[in-house]
């Protein structure tokens, strides 16, 4: 490298350079083709991982709603039920005060 690639007063650099460096071992290069298949093929599994996972989710989330609905109706059918319930008793027992008033 050479001494004013970098100037010391301003602190940029004025050039540099590229430098590729190739495997010393001849089969190193298949080997990192072989590598890159590998990883090309996981990068595709977990593109099929997360479109299911979304899938999934939606499904779920879908699922949860039907449910909640189908809960607040169940709760909402009971609650009517204690409610007419209790102006059954009401009721009833309004009924006995006007028999007892009127003896």
Do not use: C
Not at 60 to 78: A, F, G, I, M, N
């Amino acid at each position: 490298m050479e001494n004013n690639a970098i100037d010391e007063n301003s602190g940029h650099v004025h050039q540099f350079y590229f430098v590729k460096v190739w495997p010393t071992v001849p089969d190193s290069v298949s080997q990192i083709q072989k590598e890159e298949k590998v990883i090309k093929t996981m990068n595709q599994d977990i593109s099929v991982i997360t479109d299911k996972i979304a899938k999934d989710t939606l499904e779920h989330q879908h699922l949860d709603s039907v449910l909640y609905k189908d809960y607040t109706h169940r709760e909402r059918r009971h609650n009517e039920k204690i409610l007419m319930d209790f102006n059954m008793a009401l009721d009833e027992l309004n009924l006995r005060n006007v028999k007892v008033e009127n003896g």
